[in-house]
């Protein structure tokens, strides 16, 4: 599994330790998904406060709210009655097994092989919430995402939910395109709910404040590609056939969820998250 995929789990499970009140989501399958040591080191304490201390500033905030607004997305979704989601890139995601509200939905699970195989094998004997899980192997640089669904049984001809967190900014403009215009073709009603990261990120490479050989180490193994200014988002997904319908960041994220229970977090500026759709009449929910 990845650093980068690793250091989002790792920053699920550390929320846990959050008072109930306070905690802006449950997870209680994420330490089975990650390094036995590291979800050790998760637990209160100088060993996670050292990992949280090496991390980029804002990056903890901005994992976990991220993680809060597209679990409200996807559960908005499925209470309006989307019944297929779709995880693109789906790494450690856990809202098969941990969101109720899907339990009338079919999840697919895009990723590579491997990375499957073994997020199974740490899975086995964990009951899902979902309907059902489809493991999709995929590599969206290299294969075609509409066959692979085809025969994992996704069905083209009713609405889905695209999940995309965490992964544009590895792939290349050209992959990112490619992937938007299949969500774009995909059936009227249609959703997807997405992060991206600034240009300025992607120039210093969205490592600015882990220490230098962390940094050099991400760089090297999982270089950042793609970024994109939030004043062109609107125009460069209407090319691909989606209208936007939300684009939120910190400032969002403080007034929505955390200034009412008086919680702060620092968020890193840098990712954003949107919502977008085929069609001009989304569902209510798509305009969370």
Do not use: N
């Not at 390094?35 to 903890?60: E, F, I, N, T």
């Not at 939905?105 to 491997?114: I, K, S």
């Not at 919680?263 to 085929?278: F, M, S």
């Amino acid at each position: 599994m990845s650093r980068t995929a690793d250091g989002a789990a790792f920053c699920r499970l550390v929320e846990q330790s959050q008072p109930p009140g306070l905690r802006q989501f449950t997870d209680p399958v994420v330490g089975r998904l990650m390094d036995p040591m590291l979800a050790m080191m998760a637990g209160a304490g100088p060993l996670q406060k050292q990992v949280l201390d090496s991390l980029a500033p804002g990056a903890y905030g901005g994992l976990v709210m991220r993680t809060r607004y597209i679990d409200d997305v996807v559960r908005a979704w499925a209470r309006a009655g989307v019944d297929q989601v779709v995880v693109l890139g789906a790494g450690l995601d856990t809202r098969a097994y941990r969101l109720h509200e899907l339990a009338a939905t079919t999840v697919f699970e895009v990723d590579l092989p491997d990375i499957q195989r073994r997020k199974q094998r740490r899975l086995r004997g964990v009951p899902r919430c979902a309907r059902d899980v489809r493991f999709v192997p995929v590599d969206l640089t290299a294969d075609r995402l509409d066959a692979a669904l085809g025969a994992a049984g996704f069905d083209g001809t009713t609405p889905a939910l695209f999940v995309w967190e965490g992964v544009t900014q590895y792939l290349s403009e050209a992959a990112v395109r490619s992937t938007l215009r299949f969500v774009g073709g995909s059936c009227s009603g249609s959703g997807l709910v997405f992060t991206y990261v600034l240009p300025g990120v992607i120039r210093d490479q969205g490592h600015r404040g882990w220490s230098p050989e962390l940094r050099a180490q991400l760089s090297d193994a999982e270089p950042w590609l793609f970024g994109l200014e939030p004043r062109q988002l609107a125009g460069f997904l209407a090319e691909a056939g989606l209208d936007l319908l939300s684009d939120i960041g910190g400032a969002e994220y403080e007034e929505r969820y955390l200034a009412p229970i008086g919680r702060h977090l620092d968020i890193d500026p840098g990712e954003r998250v949107a919502v977008a759709t085929t069609s001009s009449e989304p569902p209510a929910a798509g305009r969370l």
